[in-house]
C-alpha cells in the first residue's frame, strides 16, 4: 500500500528566509502525481504545488519550489523569502496515476510552519 | 457563491442524536469527496462519489451515511456517534480524471458528547 511520512510535525523560520519541509513516500508505482497542499489557521486546504512523476523537472510556482528524487522517494519543499501568510499545515500528497474516473490522494501527517517577524 | 462550501462549520451533537453534514461545490466538478481529519493523522478518505455514484466506502462504520443527489451536492448523515468521531470533516471536488487537484471545503467541526 502507498504510505506518506511527513517527519517534521513542526517547523519555524524567520520572515524572508528559505525553509525545506521534508515528505517521503513508499509506492511500487512508476506512475504517479505528488502534491502539497496548504492549509491555513482558516482551514481551508489549499493547492501548492503538484508534481508529476514522469517530468524529472522540479516543478516550480513562484516563492514555491520542490525537489523531487524519484529514486529515494523524496518530494520536498522549499519556501523561499518566507511571509507571514505562508504559516500553516502543510501536507504532502500522493495520487496513483491509474486512469481511474476519481482521484483518491493519500496524505502526510502535515508539518505546521510557524513563521517569525 | 464560489468554491466548496459546507455546512455547519461547527456541530456538537450527542451520542444519540442524527444530524447532518452538507457539501455543495460550484466548481462545475464530477467527483466529490468526504475526509476526517484528526490531529495528529493523515487525512482519512472517508467516501468518494463519482457522477452521484459512490466509488470508494473506506471501511468507514455505518453510522456515518453519505448521499449524493447530485455532482453538485454531497451530505454526510451522522447517527449514533462515538466520541471518537469527533473530528474536523472536509468534503472536497475535483474533475474526474487528469491532474487531480481537489478542491476543499472549509470543513466541519463535529464535537460528539
Known amino acids: 500500500a502507498q504510505t506518506v511520512t511527513q517527519s517534521q510535525p513542526e517547523m519555524s523560520v524567520q520572515e524572508a528566509e528559505t525553509v525545506t519541509l521534508s515528505c517521503t513516500y513508499d509506492t511500487s508505482e512508476s506512475d504517479y502525481y505528488l502534491f502539497w497542499y496548504k492549509q491555513p489557521p482558516s482551514r481551508q486546504m489549499i493547492l501548492v504545488i503538484r508534481?508529476?512523476?514522469?517530468?524529472?523537472q522540479n516543478a516550480t510556482e513562484n516563492r514555491f519550489s520542490v525537489n523531487f528524487q524519484k529514486a529515494a522517494k523524496s518530494f520536498s519543499l522549499k519556501i523561499s523569502d518566507s511571509q507571514l501568510g505562508d504559516a500553516a499545515m502543510y501536507f504532502c500528497a500522493y495520487r496513483l496515476n491509474y486512469g481511474g474516473a476519481t482521484n483518491k490522494l493519500i496524505f502526510g501527517t502535515g508539518t505546521l510552519l510557524a513563521v517569525q517577524p | 457563491e464560489t468554491g466548496v462550501t459546507q455546512t455547519p462549520r461547527h456541530l456538537v451533537m450527542g451520542m444519540t442524536n442524527k444530524k447532518s453534514l452538507k457539501c455543495e461545490q460550484h466548481l462545475g466538478h464530477n467527483a466529490m469527496y468526504w475526509y476526517k481529519q484528526s490531529a495528529k493523522k493523515p487525512l482519512e478518505l472517508m467516501f468518494v462519489y463519482n457522477f452521484k455514484e459512490q466509488t470508494e466506502n473506506n471501511s468507514v462504520p455505518s453510522r456515518f451515511s453519505p448521499e449524493c443527489p447530485n455532482s453538485s451536492h454531497l451530505f454526510l448523515h451522522l447517527h449514533t456517534l462515538q466520541p471518537e468521531d469527533s473530528a474536523l470533516y472536509l468534503c472536497?471536488?475535483?474533475?474526474?480524471?487528469?491532474?487531480?487537484?481537489?478542491?476543499f471545503g472549509e470543513g466541519s467541526r463535529l464535537t460528539v458528547l
Open positions: 472536497a471536488s475535483s474533475h474526474a480524471g487528469g491532474p487531480g487537484e481537489l478542491f
Open positions: 508534481q508529476e512523476a514522469y517530468k524529472q
